[in-house]
């Protein structure tokens, strides 16, 4: 019966105006968005017409700086595996371990991207997760990513993640995560145009912070924050490193 259903909304579509759809798409439930755009989980984040070249540029980033096919890789904000469809394949299997909030993208994404990549085979974990409760993962992890995460995140949620990082990066692990830069220190209160379109802002989405801040946040996490600069993100989104001490 879904198999009929699904066909009959399919062969609907071309005929209702897109004035309708729209309205109607916002009442229904993000599992049933299928029907209105196949690719829905993927424009859940940002920058959907780079998504290869983003793809491209968090994977050769973390194997620039180490990450090799035994490395177990926590994928924080996972999404759609915009960087997953490049890191999982590389890894051994069983090494790539994804967390977003998103359920309904999380479900959507395992349904399409698993095997639209042919990634089942490498066994990723993809999981939701909301609470950075990365323990509950019962592993250790050589390197993290947290791609665009930060930028969403006020700085208490900041610190939850990077406590609960602390907890399950091995000695000498690296987190690499992704900011918006205030290079005018933390009292600094205006609004920052961090691109021709993206403005950033102290209290609310999209966040900036400056490196201090993030040096404050990992006192007492285990965690050692060192400041890499840009990375040729065209956001314009700075990186940070942080090192779990030995």
């Given amino acids: 019966m ?28 993000k599992r049933y968005h299928q029907h209105f755009n196949p690719e829905w989980h993927r424009q859940t984040i940002g920058n959907f017409p780079l998504w290869e070249q983003l793809g491209e540029l968090q ?52 349904r399409l991207e698993v095997p639209r990549n042919n990634l089942a085979p490498y066994r990723p974990t993809v999981v939701v997760m909301e609470d950075f409760g990365f323990e509950r993962l019962n592993q250790q992890f050589d390197f993290a990513i947290a791609q665009s995460v930060f930028t969403h995140l006020p700085l208490n949620s900041i610190i939850r993640c990077l ?53 404050w946040a990992c006192q007492g996490t285990g965690l050692e924050a060192r400041y890499m600069g840009g990375w040729e993100n065209p956001s314009n ?3 940070m490193e942080f090192t779990r001490r030995a």
């Avoid at 830069?181 to 961090?194: A, F, K, P, V, W």
Wanted: net charge negative; with cysteine; glycine share 8%.
């Fill in 237 to 239: 989104q700075k990186m």
């Fill in 2 to 29: 879904q198999d009929i259903a699904d066909k009959v909304l399919e062969s609907a579509k071309p005929y209702v105006p897109t004035a309708v759809k729209r309205p109607i798409k916002r009442m229904v439930p």
């Fill in 163 to 215: 406590v609960n990082m602390g907890r399950v990066l091995k000695d000498g692990g690296k987190f690499y995560a992704t900011f918006y830069e205030n290079d005018r220190g933390s009292h600094y209160l205006d609004d920052i145009n961090q691109t021709s379109t993206i403005v950033s802002h102290f209290d609310r989405d999209y966040f900036h912070y400056d490196v201090a801040s993030f040096e």
């Fill in 59 to 110: 994977f050769d980033y973390l194997v620039d700086h180490g990450l090799l096919p035994e490395h177990y890789l926590l994928d924080v904000g996972c999404g759609p595996l915009r960087g997953g469809v490049k890191f999982i394949p590389y890894l051994e299997p069983g090494h790539y371990f994804g967390v977003d909030k998103n359920a309904d993208q999380i479900r959507e994404t395992l």
